[in-house]
Structures are given as structure tokens and as C-alpha cells.
T-cell receptor, first 114, second 111 residues
């Protein structure tokens, strides 16, 4: 158990819909990262937040957005969903200030868009 | 273009055999991490290597960081079915806090 929690575990929805994925980092971690993992794309970095502020952006679509709240939990919002958005979405956390940026991953949310 | 190339992409061997997985790049990394991921679960951090030429051992797993900090290898001795999984290397880009992941090596150890 990494200490990172994600909800829900599974999500099935239809094209055009909007969903919210939730992540709670390990106790004491200030940084939260979101990744998308699909079969043909590997683990793709989406976005990072540090202590409530956006720190880095990766290959995140404009239809996707995220935020980190004062209690440090984070939410990833996916809108106007397309079939191709079906994937595993992982959240990871780290202390945020350490030298090696070791990240600890949650169990993931499996999103299926029908 | 993949910044970190892992090879092989797929490897299926018999229990008891040895294997090596490679992670290569043209970029220099401040550090390099190896993760293992099992189906339906998140990646789990195995080790971090930070010094060029560094070798770290974790039971039957040996991790090496290249002298120039551009590549790394993972060697497993006497592989067991419990070693089955997706092995991911991830490099921390020098001067940044961004972690870049390789595509992974899917390892299957057959009993």
C-alpha cells in the first residue's frame, strides 16, 4: 500500500460526458501528479500540482483540467469524453522538495468510455 | 519520439533463468528510477540510482546506472514467477523536476 488513494476504482460512462477522478496523496506529500496509461501509449504525464499550484504540464488535453485543494487532495476533470479517453488514470505523490522526486502511485482509476 | 527507450519490450522466459532489461537515452538524467507494475495496479518504486556507475542490489535484482547517467540496466538472477510484471524506468531530467517514463518491458516468467 503506497498510501495514495484514488476513487473511484472503475468508471464507465458515455461519450460526451464529464467525470471527476479524485486522489488523496500520502500524508506529508505536497506534490500530486496525474498520468494516463493506455495500452499503446505507456505512462503519459498529464499534470503536476505542488501545494495547490500548478507546477508542470505534460500532454494534457484542453478538455481535461485538474486542481489541488487546500487539504492537498486533487481532482482530475475530464469533459466531452471520447472513446480514446478510455484508459487507466494514475495519481502519484511525492514530498515535492526532495532531490530525486521519487513518486508513489495510487491504484488507479479505470475509465471506460462507451 | 520516446526520450527513454526500454528493451526488450516483451520478454518471456522460464523460471530459473537470468535476464537483463535495458533503459537507454541520449539525455543525461539527475537520477533514474525503476518501477514494477502488476496488472490493474499502480507502479511500485523499486530503486533510485543517482551516481554514474552506481550499482544497487535488491535481493535477486541488480540495478546499474551508466557512467554518463544516460542509461540503466536491470538484471534479474534466477527469475521466479513472482517477478512477472511491467518494469518501467523513469529518468529525472537534469535541472528539472520532471520524471520521464520509458514504455516499459513486459516480463513473463513461466513456471
Amino acid at each position: 500500500d503506497s498510501g495514495v488513494t484514488q476513487t473511484p476504482k472503475h468508471l464507465i460512462t458515455a461519450t460526451g460526458q464529464r467525470v471527476t477522478l479524485r486522489c488523496s496523496p500520502r500524508s506529508g506529500d505536497l506534490s500530486v501528479y496525474w498520468y494516463q496509461q493506455s495500452l499503446d501509449q505507456g505512462l503519459q504525464f498529464l499534470i503536476q500540482y505542488y501545494n495547490g499550484e500548478e507546477r508542470a504540464k505534460g500532454n494534457i488535453l484542453e478538455r481535461f483540467s485538474a486542481q489541488q485543494f487546500p487539504d492537498l487532495h486533487s481532482e482530475l476533470n475530464l469533459s466531452s469524453l471520447e472513446l480514446g479517453d478510455s484508459a487507466l488514470y494514475f495519481c502519484a505523490s511525492s514530498r515535492g522538495r526532495e532531490r530525486y522526486n521519487e513518486q508513489f502511485f495510487g491504484p488507479g482509476t479505470r475509465l471506460t468510455v462507451l | 519520439t520516446q526520450l527513454l527507450e526500454q528493451s526488450p519490450q516483451f520478454l518471456s522466459i522460464q523460471e530459473g533463468e537470468n535476464l537483463t532489461v535495458y533503459c537507454n537515452s541520449s539525455s543525461v538524467f539527475s537520477s533514474l528510477q525503476w518501477y514494477r507494475q502488476e496488472p490493474g495496479e499502480g507502479p511500485v518504486l523499486l530503486v533510485t540510482v543517482v551516481t554514474g556507475g552506481e550499482v544497487k542490489k535488491l535481493k535477486r535484482l541488480t540495478f546499474q546506472f551508466g557512467d554518463a547517467r544516460k542509461d540503466s540496466s536491470l538484471h534479474i538472477t534466477a527469475a521466479q514467477p513472482g517477478d512477472t510484471g511491467l518494469y518501467l524506468c523513469a529518468g529525472l531530467i537534469q535541472g528539472a523536476q520532471k520524471l520521464v517514463f520509458g514504455q516499459g518491458t513486459r516480463l513473463t516468467i513461466n513456471p
